[in-house]
């Protein structure tokens, strides 16, 4: 649950940067496993508590950050997109078909950079 610092080009896009992260963290053999080594099944965040994720194509050096919190989509983790919701809306029809709405899930999030 340590931090994973990686060394990205000014050129790297949001979604080159989730491949070069889950690549280390599986090169390192970190704990806990990742649910997938798929960099597709994963999004990029400002904050672990943020629902939104960063858009792929997205230049890195165009966000003002240098910190970012991987994190599995709901999808890779067994449940659905949590990322490509569309906010309360979503989360209003599943609280009302029964279902737990999507924002009160357990999100696991790795730190990166």
């Known amino acids: 649950m340590w931090p994973l610092h990686v060394m990205a080009s000014a050129?790297?896009?949001?979604?080159?940067?989730v491949a070069a992260a889950v690549a280390l963290y599986v090169k390192e053999g970190r704990r806990p496993l990742l649910p997938s080594t798929d960099p597709a099944a994963f999004g990029l965040h400002y904050s672990q508590f943020s629902l939104e994720s960063l858009n792929?194509?997205?230049?890195?050096m165009e966000l003002g950050s240098r910190s970012f919190f991987l994190c599995p989509t709901s999808s890779a983790?067994?449940?659905?997109?949590?990322?490509?919701?569309?906010g309360t809306a979503n989360g209003v029809i599943r609280a009302a078909s029964g279902k737990t709405p999507a924002w009160l899930s357990y999100m696991a999030f790795w730190p990166t950079m």
């Open 11 to 17: 050129e790297w896009t949001v979604a080159d940067l």
């Open 56 to 60: 792929p194509k997205e230049k890195i």
């Open 77 to 86: 983790a067994g449940g659905q997109d949590v990322s490509s919701s569309s």
